[in-house]
């Protein structure tokens, strides 16, 4: 009876399984390790394993809470986490919008493209996931550096007398980002171009439109979800890159990925790079959630 009277409340339907699945997955590996990690950015250094101190200990049957907000303190206090901040986000920008001027056209081209032929080039584009990510991004040096593919294929047809240094500089992060996530833009924007109804642009030719102008007005904010989706899947991951601006930039590529990595690893200074990685979680995460709210405010206006 009482398993009866779950069913029907829901509790033990075949969505709320499908549905929970997920969302277990999320609280087990998501969820959890996050919690963990902002528990550690309220402790202190130590020497010793863990290197952070406990927030709450026992003693004489009395519990002691000890919670230190020094790291959040530094965060402001030291220009390094601020300049490593804006270095990431106008990074990540900027091959964001990268990544958008190259891969709208691209799925544009491929949502008017015959069913087979779609077929081929989204598996094109999905061709370099079946490449280990960090042998992508090495390959890259190989064709970047001074002596390398690109300059002497450039030297060889005289298009220039020396080499020109892309390797190590910012340049090389920038074409290493949009290599890396044009595909997490293209993805999406196919999937909302391909189901636009594109006897809406033969209409607009019908009433004298040009086509930049049917772009603008009819193209683009039927498409602008896909856009949002797109440039969201590339620039939250691209804000905290690590192995890119470490192999391909130079000692002036600032990025807080490198500066969570060397307070880990080489300072191992725990606390600190936990308050490192919750300020750039909440960084990311306002924006996101006000956008949420924003939408949802548009949807219950139109209704």
């Known amino acids: 009876m009482k398993n009866q009277s779950l069913a029907k409340r829901g509790w033990l339907s075949g969505r709320s399984l499908v549905i929970g699945g997920p ?7 998501f969820f959890v390790p996050f919690v963990l990690v902002v528990k550690i950015s309220f402790a202190d250094l130590r020497l010793g394993i863990p290197p952070y101190t406990d927030l709450v200990t026992f003693k004489d049957g009395v519990a002691h809470i000890a919670i230190y907000l020094t790291h959040y303190a530094q965060l402001f206090a030291d220009s ?9 986000l106008k990074i990540a920008g900027i091959s964001t919008l990268l990544c958008l001027l190259l891969g709208y056209p691209m799925a544009y081209y491929i949502a008017r493209s015959n069913p087979a032929t779609r077929n081929l080039l989204m598996m094109g584009v999905m061709l370099p996931f079946w490449t280990s990510f960090l042998i992508r991004v090495y390959a890259w040096i190989g064709i970047l550096k001074n002596n390398g593919l690109l300059n002497n294929a450039l030297m060889s047809i005289g298009l220039i007398h020396q080499p020109i240094a892309l390797y190590h500089t910012n340049t090389a992060v920038y074409i290493g980002m949009v290599y890396s996530y044009l595909p997490f833009l293209v993805m999406p924007l196919y999937a909302h171009l391909v189901k636009m109804d594109f006897t809406l642009l033969e209409a607009a030719y019908d009433l004298g439109a040009r086509p930049w ?6 193209t683009l904010p ?9 440039c969201l899947l590339v620039f939250i991951p691209a804000v ?3 192995v890119i601006p470490e192999l391909l930039g130079g000692a002036n590529t600032l990025m807080i990925g490198r500066v969570m990595w060397d307070e880990f690893f080489s300072n191992s200074d725990w606390p600190m790079a936990s308050a490192v990685t919750c300020a750039m979680v909440l960084l990311l995460l306002v924006p996101m959630m006000l956008f949420q709210y924003f939408q949802m405010q548009q949807v219950e206006q139109r209704r």
């Open 222 to 230: 039927l498409s602008k979800n896909g856009i949002i989706a797109g």
């Open 80 to 88: 390094l986490y601020f300049e490593a901040y804006l270095s990431s």
């Open 23 to 29: 969302f277990l997955w999320l609280l087990l590996f």
């Open 213 to 218: 102008k049917t772009f603008v007005h009819v």
């Open 240 to 242: 905290g890159e690590y």
